[in-house]
């Protein structure tokens, strides 16, 4: 059996941040007391920096992975990274099938720091999304999330928010959720 890779591995200094974080939220949250004292059980790496769309996953495999965007270590406020590593990790307790459903939304609204790692969430994304803008020449927004998507290439005029179609329509595409051409190429 073949040993697979990992591609984008954590840097030693950001994987000791991770390490730090996740013991404190192993100590802190009761929903994480099974889990074991150190993050060796779970793959660590980054997202691709041109990411715009998420800014941390969870992939289940043999062995778990967190995929964290870079941009993440580098932000001003230390709780958006331990807001996203608490979000992953309740991916983890909670199973694939929970999702972002009602139980999981309800675990991750009961963590006492939740609100202020919501507002940065929003920040970084908003940064995120900007600094894309100089790479992608052409941006298009959803009208139901507003979430703002950047491309290379333009897309089909009938191309819809995935996010939205998936979450709001069984995964089928939808009129109501038509991406709307923001920017332009140049």
């Not at 150190?38 to 660590?44: H, V």
């Not at 691709?48 to 992975?65: G, K, L, Y």
């Not at 270590?73 to 992953?88: A, D, K, T, W």
Request: glycine share 4%; aromatic share 12%; with cysteine.
């Amino acid at each position: 059996m073949a040993i697979e890779r990992l591609t984008n591995p954590l840097s030693p200094e950001h994987h000791t941040r991770i390490r730090t974080i996740y013991r404190s939220l192993v100590e802190e949250r009761a929903w994480f007391t099974d889990f074991p004292s150190t993050p060796a059980w779970i793959r660590w790496r980054y997202l691709e920096d041109t990411n715009t769309s998420s800014m941390a996953s969870m992939t289940f495999n043999e062995i778990p992975t967190i995929s964290i965007h870079p941009e993440a270590f580098q932000y001003s406020n230390p709780i958006l990274l331990i807001g996203l590593v608490h979000h992953e990790l309740l991916h983890i307790y909670h199973g694939a099938s929970e999702g972002h459903g009602p139980l999981f939304r309800e675990s991750e609204r009961s963590w006492e720091q939740y609100h202020r790692y919501r507002m940065e969430r929003k920040r970084f994304f908003r940064m995120i999304n900007e600094l894309a803008v100089g790479l992608k020449n052409y941006s298009y927004r959803c009208p139901n999330c507003q979430s703002v998507l950047h491309q290379t290439t333009p897309l089909s005029p009938d191309s819809a928010c995935l996010s939205c179609c998936k979450a709001f329509n069984n995964g089928k595409w939808c009129e109501a959720y038509t991406l709307i051409r923001v920017g332009y190429g140049g």
